[in-house]
Structures are given as structure tokens and as C-alpha cells.
């Protein structure tokens, strides 16, 4: 795990507790979009490190 990862887990929980707790505003929900988008991005990254089958990067 990485800080990104770290980071995006972080976010999520946030959301989660911010929209079950509170009255969940409107900016509270660019946590969940920022935290997904951290997730994926992350993900992406660190499967597409490899290299190619045609030796190319």
C-alpha cells in the first residue's frame, strides 16, 4: 500500500462518517469522487509498471 491508497481509504472513511453523521453537504461528496478516483488511478498505475510483451514500455 501506498500513500495514495492510504490517502483514498482516508477520504472514503470521511465520506462515510460525514454523510451517515451529518446533513451531508454538496462538498462533502467530492470526497467520495476524489477518494474512488484516487483508488482506480492507483490501481492502474501499479499493474501497468511492467513491460510489454513486445519488450516495448
Do not use: E, Y
Given at each position: 500500500m501506498?500513500?495514495?491508497?492510504i490517502?483514498?481509504?482516508?477520504?472514503?472513511?470521511?465520506?462515510?462518517a460525514?454523510t451517515?453523521?451529518?446533513d451531508?453537504?454538496?462538498?462533502?461528496?467530492?470526497?467520495?469522487?476524489?477518494?474512488?478516483?484516487?483508488?482506480v488511478?492507483?490501481?492502474?498505475?501499479?499493474?501497468g509498471?511492467?513491460?510489454?510483451?513486445?519488450?516495448?514500455?
Open positions: 501506498d500513500l495514495g491508497l490517502a483514498a481509504i482516508a477520504m472514503l472513511v470521511l465520506w462515510a460525514g451517515f453523521l451529518f451531508a453537504p454538496g462538498a462533502i461528496h467530492l470526497l467520495l469522487t476524489v477518494g474512488v478516483f484516487l483508488i488511478q492507483r490501481t492502474i498505475t501499479k499493474s509498471t511492467g513491460k510489454r510483451v513486445d519488450g516495448r514500455r
